[in-house]
């Protein structure tokens, strides 16, 4: 992949790091020069504070580069490394160790390699079970966390993660000193955000039907833990990535949710004070820029979110200067694909464009420019303004009828209508197979506002279903050649689970369906995920035995791509073509 990805920024603005070609890259500011660092296959790399040192991986090797002078050395390690990541200052790297089994925490520097925090063996005897040390711990991606260990800003401690039947946290001196870190971990067992960069760390906790939250401070002397916003909401809280954060002038920021006096809205907060407007709806907190002509210690929030289109994700700056015009924000560029925007010091990077100062410098390449070959329409639809969009094969001539394929994607939790060409491609497919592609993003889908997200709670598959046959009849209002007699359906995963549930549940609007890797049974799905949907099992069996495809009867009008079911006819794997000849099958 020449596109670059795996984006860091110097906190000085000196340098760009990145990955492209699984090769280690990086452009020099202010020349604007790139330059390769090392040659692929690079795993995985991270920086120090000013991207001055980085701590490469390749398979499980640890290397030192030193990015100014582009020398590269082989770190001696414990074991196969994984997630180093150097100290701040560039001086020492922190690594972990047997990361699938008993991991442990390792530092290397001046003084060697030793061993910062592990029990290796079966240290968890009652449980039969290991202890694992500086890993993210079980469902921790369920709330967007990757990391199981930090560095403090002064690079003299590690917050780390120790996992075993619960998730703590502990503070490590590089000295062997250590304490806990205390909440009431009972009350909130799930550790949803982590953050550790200016002041002290910062950190979100849920209880286990996440409808409440608390955004904790911790006092990195002692472990004890300060209460600085809570989070609450009847169905579930839904913290926005990249928050909290420490503001420079200390301000703690939180993300929450607006939802009173005819509000509807993702928002964030500096210490209780609205910034962002509730047209705004925000994604992910990226870091901040320097204003110009703004004071120091008041920079811009640089955010990832949607501003009345949910279809389009874009880069804006938010003011945290509170001034009397209320909240301002600016429009600083569209994202597609997988871009997220990156930056540090006075450097934004979003995509392969590097905005420096009054300069926008463009990286190397392979995406291809967006495609004006698309059919496709964007409308909203119902009473509810369900996001939609027609895609007609290529050539379609108005007044010839034709079959649907309605795609339900990933499922609820995943948009599919976006203003992207590359989220097309396999549709633009299906389309010239002879499809009339629709896509729809009901109730449950994130972009549009949080009671939208979160009408699903408990009741999913009838609102999802309602939702997508609803705006069907809609759409064939606007689009005559839309077949109704003849609708077809494809998901996956929870997508997936969907398309089957459709078929069974509504087969006079819905009459063939591939599922690829479908949830059969709410057992098969991660506790948050399954809770935060559909309540405790415990209290409700009735949900989840009615959003059970187990329970849901059979048909042969079903096809299961990597799962079985008796009366499902079910194969291992498909081809595109054997999906389409099931699919065509009426």
Request: with cysteine.
């Amino acid at each position: 992949m020449e596109h670059p990805y795996a984006v860091t920024v110097g906190a000085d603005g000196a340098r760009v790091v990145f990955l492209r070609s699984s090769g280690l890259w990086q452009l020099d500011l202010p020349a604007g020069v790139e330059r390769r660092v090392a040659d692929g296959p690079v795993d995985s790399y991270a920086t120090d504070r000013d991207a001055r040192i980085a701590a490469v991986l390749r398979d499980g090797r640890l290397f030192r580069a030193d990015l100014a002078t582009g020398t590269i050395t082989e770190v001696p390690a414990a074991g196969p490394a994984f997630d180093a990541r150097p100290d701040p200052l560039g001086g020492a790297i922190a690594y972990v160790t047997d990361p699938d089994g008993a991991a442990s925490l390792h530092v290397t520097g001046a003084e060697g390699d030793r061993l910062l925090a592990g029990e290796p063996g079966n240290a968890w005897r009652e449980h039969g079970g290991t202890i694992s040390w500086g890993m993210p711990g079980t469902h921790a991606g369920e709330f967007g966390r990757t990391r199981g260990w930090w560095w403090s800003p002064d690079g003299s401690q590690i917050l780390a993660v120790r996992s075993a039947r619960t998730v703590s946290l502990h503070l490590l001196d590089l000295d062997h000193g250590w304490v806990d870190v205390h909440w009431d971990r009972e009350t909130y067992p799930h550790l949803a955000q982590v953050r550790w960069a200016g002041g002290g760390p910062l950190i979100t906790v849920l209880r286990r039907m996440q409808q409440h939250g608390l955004v904790l401070s911790i006092d990195p002397r002692t472990g004890e833990t300060q209460v600085h916003a809570e989070l609450a909401d009847a169905r579930w809280v839904e913290p926005i990535p990249g928050t909290p954060r420490h503001l420079p002038d200390g301000r703690v920021l939180v993300g929450g949710e607006l939802a009173h006096d005819g509000f509807d809205a993702r928002c964030l907060f500096a210490d209780g004070s609205l910034l962002t407007p509730p047209g705004l709806y925000v994604r992910r907190v990226a870091g901040t820029l320097p204003r110009e002509g703004g004071p120091a210690g008041a920079p811009d929030l640089i955010v990832e979110g949607s501003m009345g289109d949910p279809a389009v994700r874009e880069v804006l700056r938010v003011r945290t200067s509170l001034g009397g015009g209320g909240p301002e924000v600016t429009r600083v560029a569209v994202l597609t694909g997988d871009d997220r925007v990156t930056v540090g010091g006075d450097v934004m990077v979003a995509g392969n464009r590097v905005w420096h100062g009054d300069r926008v410098i463009t990286l190397r390449s392979d995406r291809p420019e967006a495609s004006g070959g698309l059919r496709t329409v964007f409308g909203r639809v119902t009473d509810r303004q369900l996001p939609s969009a027609v895609l007609y094969p290529t050539g379609h001539v108005g007044g010839t009828r034709l079959p649907v394929l309605l795609t339900l994607g990933d499922g609820p939790g995943h948009q599919q209508i976006l203003a992207d060409p590359a989220a097309w491609r396999e549709r633009q497919r299906f389309a010239d197979s002879g499809f009339v592609v629709v896509s729809v993003d009901s109730r449950g889908t994130p972009g549009v506002a949080p009671s939208f997200e979160k009408a699903v709670y408990r009741r999913l598959a009838d609102v999802v279903l309602s939702d997508q046959a609803d705006a069907l009849r809609a759409l064939h209002g606007k689009h005559p050649d839309l077949d109704l007699g003849r609708v077809a359906v494809l998901g996956t995963g929870l997508g997936g689970w969907l398309a089957a549930l459709a078929v069974l549940r509504r087969p006079e609007e819905f009459h063939r369906a591939v599922a690829r890797r479908p949830v059969t049974d709410w057992a098969q799905v991660p506790a948050p995920v399954a809770e935060r949907y559909l309540g405790d099992r415990a209290d409700s069996p009735d949900v989840y035995s009615h959003h059970s495809l187990r329970e849901a009867g059979s048909s042969p009008d079903v096809l299961l791509v990597g799962a079985e079911l008796d009366g499902f006819p079910s194969c291992p794997a498909a081809t595109f073509h054997e999906e389409l000849t099931f699919l065509q099958g009426w």
